[in-house]
């Protein structure tokens, strides 16, 4: 199954038992860390880290923001400058801002409603800051045009303590919270389990949903830019069985619980090569049967529908991210199964709907799904349903890139740079440490001291393939890096390299310094060169965090020529700042060029995903 209503951000936390917050990490683990890292200056903190500073600061990075901008606010340079040949653009960050009602119920992270940034850079007049919400269908029946906020959604992942709790089959609470996109003229807001929302790219005004999937289901079926891929690998009968079980579904899906028949995944790719916006959708009966589902769109600068494919996979599968090629859509399948139990009592509302859902760790391999894009590879005659399967079982979380080389042997070379951490170690119940029963975020959940191998690491999958008949010849996975073996997430790369090989690798990480948060939430940012596997890194220093990183190329000729942009989180001082790093020096001395503070009533909570939107 393609489940898209999941959005598994910062998901990743430890099934079973949990030492108490106040246990440390293992020092020689953190010594490692330090000396491997070239470059790197270990961060010290400057304030006690005692157990209530380390889960008050966790739970202030998602509190409730009730304020919004009515016009944009400069911000104060509190560091260094912008540098001049920074690039004029907007830096979009999407997240949730709204955790608690006024009538008692507290929300899982991801199903606070969306609330959109953004950071205006220009040359000869600073840095300018917004933030709006997006207004959507949930959010307005939720707000209204009063004060008060009644949750009357319960969303996939929380329980109402208030309000109408049991029997409330208000699941499909589109929040458009997890991704942000300017293609075509449009600025949009993404969720995993509906359609977008368009926005104003100047006001942050909502204009209302973007239905992109009609955009694409009007092509004329008999062109061949539509084709529906895809071989039956089960006996006749069990497909028809599914065929049954699909038809009696949808209309429950769809009538009882608001689910549309397809879902958008928040994340897209842009083929630079091609200059295409790429997205997938899964069909809504995925979450309930071993049957996955997926329609690949590709559109053009303009959002006119260049190609369409459609994939039917023999498998129960959930993703959240995945990849492209040249020749392949790259899909890491995470095995998942249906909780009957689960399913019950998630039915009555007395339990969050993934409750339905269990991970299936049965096969310590990872099936990697490469689908064919091009006409070659549809021409090539293998098996598309037929994964190829990973040596190493892992939860796949977020892709940096991936590309594909003529290796000179007759063969095919792809590469895939991601992120991705243990099922052991992932838990859908207990993500960010939410407990439904409570009413706060509990940080030791995503804190267990556990070994290396189950926290969220930077990995590289190799797959060799014949040209002829596409049949894989090895597969291999490793760590991007050797001297960096602390937990990292959210890979990025300069965007002009996309879909070819690059060299550099940024994620967000964690260094460790913080004893009682040694693991979650990140600190620093990781710059890993895949070329030789060296890694150096640039810190934040005392009760401080950081969000997703993300890479403004400055055009200067080397893939690291430009600058990298986050959000510190300065919980201790109630407030946040924008810095900028050069690239070149992450790790050296003079990495921070810039920082730039927020407005103290508009900080927090901690974005998902951001977005650079050149002028």
Avoid at 478 to 493: G, M, T, V
Avoid at 515 to 524: A, M, V
Avoid at 576 to 586: E, G, P, Q, S, W
Wanted: one cysteine or more.
């Amino acid at each position: 199954m393609a489940i898209c209503a999941i959005a598994t951000m910062h998901a990743v936390v430890h099934h079973g038992y949990h030492p108490p917050l106040h246990a440390p990490p293992p020092r020689r683990l953190v010594r490692a860390a330090v000396r491997g890292t070239a470059g790197a200056t270990a961060a010290t903190a400057t304030e006690p880290d005692t157990l209530s500073s380390a889960f008050w600061d966790y739970n202030l990075l998602f509190r409730s923001q009730r304020a919004e901008t009515s016009a944009p606010v400069q911000l104060r340079v509190t560091e260094g400058a912008i540098p001049p040949d920074f690039p004029a653009g907007t830096y979009y960050l999407a997240g949730p801002g709204m955790f608690s009602d006024d009538h008692g119920s507290i929300v899982h992270p991801l199903d606070g409603h969306g609330y959109l940034r953004s950071f205006r850079f220009h040359p000869d007049d600073g840095v300018h800051y917004a933030a709006r919400y997006v207004e959507t269908a949930a959010k307005t029946e939720e707000k209204g045009d009063g004060a008060s906020w009644r949750f009357t959604h319960r969303g996939p992942f929380s329980v109402l303590q208030g309000g109408h709790r049991v029997g409330n089959v208000k699941v499909m609470k589109n929040v458009a919270n997890t991704s942000v996109l300017w293609w075509g003229g449009r600025l949009l807001c993404l969720w995993e389990g509906g359609m977008p929302y368009e926005l104003d790219p100047k006001t942050l005004e909502t204009v209302g949903p973007f239905d992109l999937l009609a955009l694409g289901d009007r092509a004329d079926g008999a062109s061949p830019a539509r084709r529906r891929l895809g071989h039956r690998r089960r006996p006749w009968l069990a497909e028809a069985g599914l065929d049954v079980a699909t038809r009696l579904l949808r209309p429950v899906l769809s009538g009882v619980f608001s689910m549309p028949p397809k879902r958008l995944l928040a994340h897209y790719k842009v083929d630079p090569k091609r200059n295409r916006l790429l997205m997938v959708a899964c069909n809504a009966e995925d979450m309930l049967l071993p049957r996955a589902n997926f329609t690949f769109y590709e559109f053009d600068a303009g959002f006119r529908l260049v190609q369409r494919r459609e994939f039917v996979l023999p498998a129960h599968l959930m993703i959240h991210d995945w990849a492209f090629t040249d020749s392949h859509y790259v899909v890491l399948g995470n095995r998942i199964r249906l909780d009957i139990p689960g399913s019950m009592l998630a039915m009555t509302g007395t339990h969050p709907m993934i409750a339905a859902l269990a991970l299936d760790p049965s096969s310590r391999t990872t099936p990697v799904y490469l689908l064919p894009r091009s006409t070659e590879a549809v021409a090539s005659g293998r098996d598309w349903t037929v994964p190829v399967e990973a040596p190493s079982q892992m939860w796949s979380l977020h892709v940096g890139n991936a590309f594909e080389e003529d290796n000179g042997r007759g063969g095919l070379d792809l590469h895939l740079h991601m992120s991705g951490c243990s099922y052991d170690w992932f838990h859908f119940h207990r993500m960010f440490g939410y407990n439904w029963k409570n009413k706060k975020l509990d940080p030791s959940f995503m804190n267990a001291v556990k070994t290396k191998e189950m926290l969220p690491r930077l990995v590289k999958v190799a797959i060799e393939l014949d040209k002829r008949g596409g049949a894989y010849r090895r597969c291999t996975v490793k760590r991007l890096s050797d001297q960096w073996n602390r937990p990292a997430d959210f890979p990025a790369i300069n965007p002009g390299y996309a879909n070819k090989r690059n060299r550099f690798i940024y994620a967000g990480a964690a260094s460790g310094s913080r004893k009682l948060l040694p693991y979650f939430p990140f600190d620093s940012v990781v710059k890993v060169d895949v070329s030789n596997g060296s890694a150096r890194r640039w810190s934040s220093e005392g009760r401080k965090f950081v969000g997703e990183p993300i890479f403004i190329p400055t055009g200067g000729g080397e893939e690291d020529h430009g600058y990298v942009l986050l959000v510190e989180y300065a919980v201790s001082e109630d407030r946040c700042n924008l810095v900028v790093l050069d690239a070149r020096k992450i790790g050296k001395r003079g990495a921070l060029v810039a920082k730039l503070e927020v407005p103290k009533h508009l900080t927090f909570p901690m974005g998902f995903h951001g977005f650079w939107a050149d002028e």
